[in-house]
């Protein structure tokens, strides 16, 4: 199946600093990308849709100047968090959705931020 | 997208097969089944989905009921590394519907 990346696999960042994480397509042109992201014991919460060319739309609760995405190519999509705080510590997971053909979602092998 | 509902937890006997149920009685009559599974610290791996045919792959096989109200996924000989999180999504399968939205899931223990 198609193939989406994601790096870093694990970071470590201290509070107060920016990181950023990248998710790319493979295999295939990815129109659209979404970003999640997971505490533990917890099923995966959807942040922002990211479109190529154009601004990212972001789920109730998720503040855009704090989780800054960009969709600059239609194989690359980047998620920055600003200011990161220990309560950011989660799972990371990104998605892409292959636009030239079965519309299917293929999903990143996720980042492990951890803010100290 | 319609809601599910799925157990909690399930465990299965290594070699013996894997049913996993799935409510989705809201369904609409243009939304999928989708079935995904995660692996601790692994991001979630396509398994199979269907409108309202039975489906079958190398994976598994995912037998819709006749009104779509319910489904389940079987894994036919369960291993130790089907041990992960199954989620059912119902979605609708065009440009606008792709966001795929996770409930709980169920949580699959394979034991020796």
């Known amino acids: 199946g198609a193939v989406v990346s994601q790096h870093p696999s694990r970071v470590i960042c201290k509070s107060g600093t920016s990181v950023k994480i990248e998710c790319r397509s493979l295999?295939?042109?990815?129109?659209?990308m979404f970003w999640y992201r997971q505490f533990p014991k917890q099923s995966l919460m959807l942040m922002a849709t990211s479109n190529e060319g154009s601004k990212a739309t972001y789920e109730q609760g998720v503040e855009k100047d704090k989780f800054l995405i960009n969709h600059a190519s239609l194989t690359l999509s980047t998620l920055t968090v600003t200011s990161a705080h220990p309560e950011d510590s989660s799972f990371y997971i990104c998605?892409?959705?292959?636009?030239?053909?079965?519309?299917?979602?293929?999903f990143g092998p996720g980042t492990r931020l951890t803010v100290t | 997208d319609a809601k599910t509902t799925q157990p909690t937890s399930m465990d299965c006997a290594e070699g013996r097969a894997a049913n996993l149920p799935c409510n989705h009685s809201?369904?609409?009559?243009?939304?999928?089944v989708y079935w995904y599974r995660q692996i601790h610290s692994q991001g979630p791996q396509y398994i199979i989905h269907?409108?309202?045919n039975n489906e079958t792959n190398e994976m598994a096989s995912l037998i819709i009921t006749e009104d779509r109200k319910s489904s389940t996924l079987i894994l036919p000989h369960a291993t130790l590394r089907d041990t992960a999180v199954y989620y059912c999504?119902?979605?609708?399968?065009?440009?606008?519907?792709?966001?795929?939205?996770f409930g709980g899931g169920t949580r699959l223990m394979v034991k020796p």
């Open positions: 999504i119902v979605r609708v399968n065009n440009n606008a519907g792709n966001m795929l939205t």
């Open positions: 269907g409108l309202k």
């Open positions: 998605s892409a959705r292959d636009g030239g053909g079965s519309l299917e979602q293929y």
């Open positions: 295999d295939f042109q990815a129109t659209t």
């Open positions: 809201t369904i609409s009559g243009n939304e999928y």
